[in-house]
């Protein structure tokens, strides 16, 4: 089986460019979670859909980030305009639906961004 | 608040065990993940503990004790494979169903 599927896996850009990170999450999975990872300030979670509906999304550092699930196979996080300090790995992650304990949530490979 | 401590680094020999803490204040607990990260690649799922006592998978086990807020993961007969980051994450049920808080992680660094 596939696994959750991100792209691009690096990307590089100018500061105050459009950035679209992809993820395609586990099919029958119907959670998915968008993360930042940073040395200083380690995993965190941006948002969270179940059912392609935004749960939670207090964790969108601002307005530059933005969110969408149009349907159960396919989410976009979008950062416009692209600061320096956007630059991170965020990884896309999908899961059953809680409270199970089959609702483990498996990690995509990463985006790796550099914002110049 | 929510907050997830462990240790930053810890470094252990080859065939040697090593036990990695995490204790936690969290609202509305529901359940406790411990994930492994290699270097450069994605976290991946060890061992998940909703009830207290101790949940054994191989050579890795985990344990959790809710009225301390404490859990730790054990690892056994370590191989040089198993260094890695290990991630810490709580479930709660605040504001959001479902999602996981996560520590910092610890970085093990295995010896010959």
């Known amino acids: 089986d596939a696994g959750v599927i991100q792209s691009p896996r690096h990307e590089v850009t100018e500061m105050g460019q459009e950035v679209t990170l992809r993820c395609k999450p586990i099919?029958?999975?119907?959670?998915l979670f968008w993360y930042r990872q940073t040395m200083m300030r380690g995993l965190e979670l941006l948002i969270y859909f179940n059912n392609n509906v935004p749960i939670d999304d207090s964790g969108m550092p601002e307005d530059r980030f933005s969110a969408k699930m149009p349907n159960a196979s396919f989410s976009t996080l979008k950062i416009q305009p692209s600061e320096p300090r956007d630059s991170a790995v965020y990884f896309c992650a999908s899961s059953l639906p809680a409270p199970t304990s089959l609702d483990t949530q498996y990690f995509g490979p990463g985006t790796r961004l550099t914002v110049l | 608040g929510q907050n997830i401590d462990q240790p930053t680094e810890m470094t252990a020999t080859e065939g040697a065990i090593v036990q990695i803490n995490c204790t936690y204040q969290t609202s509305g607990f529901n359940g406790l993940f411990w994930y492994q990260q290699h270097a450069g690649e994605a976290p991946t799922f060890l061992s998940y503990n909703v009830l207290d006592g101790l949940e054994e998978k191989g050579r890795f086990s985990s344990f959790l004790s809710r009225s301390k807020g404490y859990s730790y993961l054990l690892l056994k007969e370590l191989q040089m494979k198993d260094s890695a980051s290990y991630l810490c994450a709580v479930r709660n049920y605040g504001g959001s169903q479902g999602n996981l808080i996560f520590g910092k992680g610890t970085k093990l660094s295995v010896k010959p």
């Open positions: 099919s029958g999975h119907n959670s």
